[in-house]
């Protein structure tokens, strides 16, 4: 077999070691060439060529012949290389292996693009992929494993208990759910995940067949744990309570809503041990006192919210210790608290101030009176949402203080607060007009000029007047004209003419209902004109009894009267739309919008030569009253609801004139229809409006799920769930699916009516 041929530096070595030999050594002392052996010639090319390589790097190992990095080390490779022809085994090169450009990203890039996927099924497919991508998915996938099935939950926990696992899984796992299962939780379903020791929020919402035996040693597991919720967990004791506060030092979001079975002892504890808490729910735990809430405020000064919603037994010094002692309160609910009255805010410290105060919950706290109201307004003056419904005693000085909350001021509930009058309404829309919500049902006394002005406000999207009897159509067609438009164009002379409105009504959700004077007109009016709107109750009103507006109606609640279903009239989501469709293109509804029609041509004939005039005249007006910021139409403050409202100086009357219904010189309702058929002709203050599709463009909200227009069943208690006066949460979510603890942050869920208690 032929021997491998010497490579290129091997051969240069040679020639250089011979050429130097021939001249340094003397003529005559070396033997001719023809006299050396070949051995000898071999052994001396031999050492030349080691001295050669070692030349470059003493530390260097020697390289095999057919190596080619030494190539171009070599002190003269000109020389060396003259007259060379390599063959192709000196020739071929060894290039590094092509990757792919993904492969070569590093894990921290890898693990965010990962993070972007949502379904847990397209985590699984990049997690086959290859090992290095499974190493970057695998705690991704299973952060949160979904337990939304029992077959996924044994899946899981068939997994959890691996001897040797490939992953440790056990360590992945930061959030458990089973509020999906809850109605078939037990001990046994929790048992095995006590093997996760790094999880951080906890979620068992109505386990009722969960109790502290397989509690204890899943949360005994997880001294990480930050949030816990088992609210409506009713078998869980005390027991479970004292060990949460023996391991886990860190939590800072606890639910135990309607858990009767924790004593004061274990919740002082829980205070003492756990300090970080921010977010406490204690709802309907009314075998609390004083003295569990008390141990909260002292040794929890950074708690930014709690719920003491149907505490019965909380009096005065809890809210005055909460109050004083928290550095950044931000919402305290006491709902139905009955044994707090003006004490618990007179004895706030007359000098400081709480900032942090958004939200303030006040609901059937009868023994309230204006006192406490004016005290509460200076002491937190940047209060965004305050719920004062069944506050009876309250009257219009605490309206007039709550009028001090200016632009700070979004939502406000005063329904069932008799006293109130039109002039402390018309205050609180002068000094407020960024107000989102307001509820003044059961308001006996207001009129349609409070609701002229409430319309005035041009960020208003719910409104409730339930059972304010006095309003007329009159009030539908103002809140129909707000927020107006006007698109003008020049004529031949050069002026310009208004040519046509159009309407951007933010309006979402109107509760009308037992307002017995509404008509047919001024609902449609107002439907046309509120492209928004997906929440219309009109339970009660006679005009809307008829059969063949059922087929949009909601269904009643099941446990209503005959007599509740009789009168029920309640329009949500597609059924609001599939109405306004039904009453624009029924012939029998066809002369509304006639009237609409020719309406608009006489006040279009009249707008040339008057409007210029008219403008002077109610700009002053407008802007006095409504105290209007240009900024406010641009920035929505913490709405987060991503609608748009889009605003100009004829939504706050700078435009208004008796045709765009804003002004007060709309005439009452029509007299009733004449002997022979004819009816007499209606003053609408608008300009023609279309029919409108039903899949007008517009913020589509969920339809609630019970709407209490018509009251409880006969014969029943009145059950209080919330804030609301309907008997629905304000702002609870008692459906809620996630962990509802670490943000603990409820979706404002607005009660329907406020006349059903």
């Not at 909601?554 to 039904?582: I, N, W």
């Not at 240009?630 to 605003?647: F, P």
Request: charged share 20%; aromatic share 4%.
């Amino acid at each position: 077999m032929r021997p491998p041929a010497p490579s290129l530096d091997v051969i240069a070595a040679r020639n250089s070691a011979a050429a130097a030999a021939a001249a340094c050594a003397p003529s005559g002392s070396n033997p001719p060439a023809s006299n050396m052996t070949e051995d000898s010639r071999d052994s001396r090319d031999a050492r030349d060529s080691r001295d050669s390589r070692s030349s470059s790097s003493t530390n260097s190992p020697v390289p095999a012949d057919n190596e080619e990095s030494d190539f171009f080390h070599v002190a003269n490779d000109s020389q060396s290389s003259l007259g060379v022809v390599p063959n192709l085994q000196d020739m071929q090169v060894t290039d590094p292996e092509c990757l792919p450009t993904v492969a070569a990203l590093p894990s921290e890039i890898l693990i965010s693009i990962f993070s972007r996927i949502s379904a847990p099924s397209e985590l699984l497919n990049c997690m086959l992929t290859c090992k290095r991508w499974a190493r970057n998915v695998v705690e991704i996938l299973w952060h949160r494993p979904t337990c939304t099935s029992w077959a996924k939950h044994s899946a899981i926990c068939v997994t959890l208990g691996l001897e040797r696992p490939y992953f440790t899984y056990t360590d992945f796992v930061k959030r458990l759910n089973l509020a999906a299962l809850a109605d078939r939780v037990n001990d046994g379903s929790v048992m095995p995940l006590a093997v996760c020791t790094r999880v951080e929020r906890l979620t068992l919402t109505n386990c009722q067949g969960l109790t502290d035996s397989g509690l204890i040693p899943l949360v005994r597991s997880s001294q990480h744990l930050l949030a816990l919720d088992i609210s409506g967990d009713i078998n869980i004791t005390e027991r479970s309570i004292f060990t949460i506060a023996d391991n886990c030092h860190r939590l800072q979001g606890l639910n135990v809503s309607n858990c009767k079975q924790i004593s004061n002892e274990s919740m002082v504890k829980l205070a003492q041990n756990c300090k970080y808490i921010k977010r406490l729910k204690l709802n309907d735990c009314d075998q609390l006192t004083d003295v569990a809430v008390l141990a909260f405020a002292n040794n929890c000064p950074n708690i930014l919210e709690i719920d003491l919603h149907q505490c019965a037994n909380i009096g005065n010094d809890p809210v005055t210790a909460l109050l004083s002692k928290g550095r950044s309160l931000r919402e305290l609910r006491l709902a139905n608290c009955d044994l707090i009255d003006d004490g618990a805010f007179l004895s706030l410290p007359p000098s400081k101030f709480y900032e942090h105060l958004r939200i303030l919950d006040l609901t059937s706290c009868t023994r309230l009176t204006d006192r406490a109201i004016e005290k509460i307004i200076d002491a937190a003056p940047r209060l965004r949402n305050l719920v004062l419904a069944k506050c009876s005693n309250i009257t219009d000085a605490a309206v007039y203080a709550i009028a001090k909350l200016s632009k700070n001021l979004h939502y406000v509930h005063l329904g069932h607060c008799r006293h109130i009058t039109d002039d402390a309404v018309k205050r609180l829309v002068q000094c407020c007009n960024r107000i989102r919500y307001i509820d003044l049902g059961c308001c006996t006394h207001l009129t349609d000029e409070s609701v002229i002005q409430l319309a005035r406000l041009p960020k208003l999207k719910r409104i409730g007047l339930v059972k304010c009897s006095s309003i007329t159509d009159e009030s539908m067609y103002a809140l129909a004209g707000a927020n107006r438009h006007a698109q003008s164009r020049r004529n031949t002379a050069g002026s310009s003419s208004r040519r046509h409105e159009y309407h951007t009504g933010s309006l979402e959700r109107v509760h009308l209902s037992y307002c017995t004077n509404l008509t047919l007109p001024s609902i449609i009016k107002l439907l046309n004109c509120c492209p928004k709107l997906t929440h219309l109750s009109l339970t009660g009103v006679p005009a809307f009894l008829r059969d063949d507006l059922e087929a949009f109606c909601r269904e009643a609640p099941s446990d209503f009267t005959e007599h509740q279903r009789a009168v029920f009239c309640v329009f949500s989501g597609q059924g609001v739309a599939g109405l306004r469709q039904y009453l624009n293109t029924q012939p029998e509804f066809a002369e509304y919008h006639s009237q609409h029609i020719a309406l608009r041509r006489a006040v279009q004939a009249d707008q040339d030569g008057t409007q210029a005039q008219g403008q002077g005249q109610v700009m002053a007006l407008g802007a006095n009253m409504d105290d209007f910021d240009e900024a406010d139409g641009i920035e929505d403050d913490d709405m987060g609801d991503g609608s748009e409202i889009a605003l100009d100086p004829g939504a706050l009357g700078i435009h208004d004139n008796h045709a765009n219904g804003a002004t007060l010189v709309i005439p009452p309702p029509p007299p009733p229809p004449q002997p022979n058929g004819s009816q007499p002709m209606f003053f609408l203050p608008a300009p023609s409006v279309a029919p409108l599709s039903p899949n007008t463009a517009g913020v589509s909200f969920a339809p609630m799920t019970q709407d209490n227009d018509a009251g409880p069943p006969a014969g029943s208690p009145t059950v209080v769930v919330g804030p609301s006066t309907a008997g629905q949460g304000l702002f609870a979510n008692q459906n809620t699916s996630g962990p509802s603890t670490a943000p603990m942050q409820r979706r404002i869920e607005e009660d329907d009516e406020t006349g059903s208690s």
